[in-house]
């Protein structure tokens, strides 16, 4: 099973398809707590532009059907889908 033709499209619809892949979902760099979340309305608004709960859905899809190894990192980017932050974002990417 693969879905390689269905990741590709993601790619291209987040405009990220010439990004490097990494091996690791979740670097130890990215601390991520209900802390950060946006607090004022130019956040909040900032980050509405974001597609953010687009791209989960997809993370969420590819996880389910092919991708068990991003199951953590889809987990812990998921608790954000109500006030997502600059960072939930960087992970997503």
């Not at 990741?7 to 619809?13: A, C, M, N, S, T």
């Not at 690791?24 to 608004?45: A, I, R, T």
């Not at 509405?48 to 389910?64: D, R, T």
Request: overall charge positive; aromatic content about 10%.
């Amino acid at each position: 099973i693969s879905q390689e033709d269905y990741i590709e499209k993601v790619l291209e619809r987040f405009n990220m398809h010439n990004v490097k892949p990494v091996h690791v979902p979740l670097h130890g760099h990215f601390k991520l707590s209900k802390m950060q979340c946006p607090k004022n309305k130019e956040e909040k608004k900032k980050m509405s532009k974001v597609p953010y709960s687009s791209a989960m859905s997809n993370l969420m899809y590819a996880m389910i059907y092919t991708r068990p190894d991003i199951a953590y990192v889809v987990g812990v980017v998921s608790r954000f889908l109500s006030n997502p932050r600059k960072e939930c974002w960087n992970v997503v990417k």
